[in-house]
T-cell receptor
Framework: EPEVTQTPSHQVTQMGQEVILRCVPI?????FYWYRQILGQKVEFLVS????????KSEIFDDQFSVERPDGSNFTLKIRSTKLEDSAMYFC????????????FGEGSRLTVL | GESVGLHLPTLSVQEGDNSIINCAYS??????FIWYKQESGKGPQFIID?????DKRQGQRVTVLLNKTVKHLSLQIAATQPGDSAVYFC????????????FGSGTQLTVLP
């Protein structure tokens, strides 16, 4: 069964460092997303991406965040200068269409900022 | 701001019983609702969805009910099994788009043997 894969599963970084989280969405999906979940809190929308550009982004997704689809398979989230409050589980998701709530989530990348 | 929230943080049920998980939403512009299940150490997994032009939708062992009058959503799981133990989130969006889901706080369902 096709699935969304994310790497790394856990990354520890120092405050101020750049981090890149990687995702391989399901191959025939066209819409890609990043969500995050701070420990014990709700899952929060960060950004959606379609046709090589951002479709929507939340207030959380400020200038320190960026996304990229560098090739036909990977979808990355970059955090330029990490802050302590960026510590969270980051979930990548993909969907075939936008007119559906059926997003397929990866298992997440846990980011710990020290 | 407006948000989606859940009534109960935890719910324990006996194996074989039916479970009902509730969700309140406050954004009256929301017209599309989704239930997700999250098992420990995994990402959310889609269960079922419902649009605002419906008040009930059934899947395999699951039913979602929508009451727009009181802005309430529920997920019913029939014959609850140990594998149903997880955190259940409701999520909302509008204009039938999945571009930006707003998730609720989650209910931890524990199935007792």
């Amino acid at each position: 069964e096709p699935e969304v894969t994310q790497t790394p599963s856990h990354q520890v970084t120092q405050m101020g460092q750049e981090v890149i989280l990687r995702c391989v969405p399901i191959s025939n999906h066209l819409y890609f997303y990043w969500y995050r979940q701070i420990l014990g809190q709700k899952v929060e929308f960060l950004v959606s991406f379609y046709n090589n550009e951002i479709s929507e982004k939340s207030e959380i997704f400020d200038d320190q965040f960026s996304v990229e689809r560098p090739d036909g398979s990977n979808f990355t989230l970059k955090i330029r200068s990490t802050k302590l409050e960026d510590s969270a589980m980051y979930f990548c998701a993909s969907s075939r269409e936008t007119d559906t709530g059926e997003l397929f989530f990866g298992e997440g990348s846990r980011l710990t900022v020290l | 701001g407006e948000s989606v929230g859940l009534h109960l943080p935890t719910l324990s049920v006996q194996e074989g019983d039916n479970s009902i998980i509730n969700c309140a939403y406050s954004n009256s512009a929301s017209d599309y609702f989704i239930w997700y299940k999250q098992e420990s150490g995994k990402g959310p997994q889609f269960i079922i969805d419902i649009r605002s032009n419906m008040d009930k939708r059934q899947g395999q062992r699951v039913t979602v009910l929508l009451n727009k009058t009181v802005k309430h959503l529920s997920l019913q799981i029939a014959a609850t099994q140990p594998g149903d133990s997880a955190v259940y989130f409701c999520a909302e969006t509008y204009s039938g788009s999945a571009r930006q889901l707003t998730f609720g706080s989650g209910t931890q369902l524990t199935v007792l043997p």
